[in-house]
């Protein structure tokens, strides 16, 4: 969703995973049918309730008080962060992948900014068609608006490929929410499940959220395409996830 249009994103393919074989017998296969058609509608549900969550929090004059707020907070429990990129070695920044917030998601680019003023290397998301793009900011320049439908602003730059993730050290994800079980639920395309799936095992990834959007282990369905997160980062610190 493009929370500054409100317009919906359209659930698609790419974020379950299918039911293969034929264990148990045909009524298996039904049942394993039923769940997996099933799981689009109930995030989807989801998503619409948490949305409706968030601006009902965070939109209007106190909403945006209140986000500038738990923005400065979180850029303080961003300071581990800090601290590792300043501690890098010379010639070797910390490289990040970042994103833009729309107008009701965590601010993270009060962080991010001094991420950048700390050596780091920031990456932030384009669209181009069915995986992100990656473009490079020097921690200055302006976003542009993005030519991808629910996308926030991108910086006005090269694209390095989708590739480009692969080589960073650090992923800051946007989420709708998380849980402590480590399941993240995005806003339904799907990117950032491709591009997770495309880390190394030692990438870190922390999940940037409000407080009130970590949610209780097993709060949020999980199909077979949806990467499972270690980290959430919020105003209120960073929280560890239990993962399987």
Same mark, same amino acid.
């Given at each position: 969703m493009d929370e500054a249009t409100g317009q919906e994103l359209p659930e698609t393919a790419h974020d379950d995973g299918d039911v293969r074989g034929n264990v148990g017998g045909?009524?298996?296969?039904?049942?394993?049918?039923?769940?997996?058609?099933?799981?689009?509608?109930?995030?989807? !549900?989801?998503r619409i309730r948490l949305r409706a969550e968030r601006r009902a929090r965070y939109s209007g004059t106190e909403g945006a008080a209140r986000r500038a707020a738990e923005a400065t907070a979180l850029r303080t429990a961003g300071d581990p962060l800090i601290e590792r990129s300043r501690e890098r070695p010379t010639g070797a920044p910390l490289r990040v992948a970042a994103f833009h917030p729309t107008p009701t998601e965590a601010d993270v680019l009060p962080l991010v900014r001094a991420l950048a003023e700390h050596g780091a290397e920031l990456l932030f998301p384009a669209a181009a068609g069915e995986e992100l793009d990656w473009i490079r900011w020097d921690g200055r320049s302006d976003?542009? $608006?993005? $030519?991808?439908?629910?996308?926030?602003? !991108?910086?006005?730059?090269?694209?390095?490929? $989708? !590739?480009?993730v692969e080589s960073v050290d650090l992923v800051l994800a946007p989420a709708l929410a998380v849980d402590l079980s480590g399941t993240r639920i995005g806003h339904g395309g799907g990117y950032y499940d491709r591009a997770l799936s495309r880390l190394p095992v030692t990438t870190e990834v922390l999940v940037v959220v409000h407080p009130h959007e970590v949610l209780p282990a097993g709060a949020l369905p999980r199909g077979p395409r949806d990467v499972p997160v270690a980290t959430a980062l919020t105003a209120e610190g960073s929280v560890c996830l239990t993962t399987p």
């Open positions: 045909d009524d298996a296969v039904h049942r394993g049918g039923a769940a997996r058609d099933a799981l689009p509608a109930q995030k989807q !549900e989801l976003f542009v $608006p993005s $030519p991808g439908r629910g996308f926030g602003r !991108e910086p006005d730059g090269e694209r390095l490929g $989708p !590739e480009a």
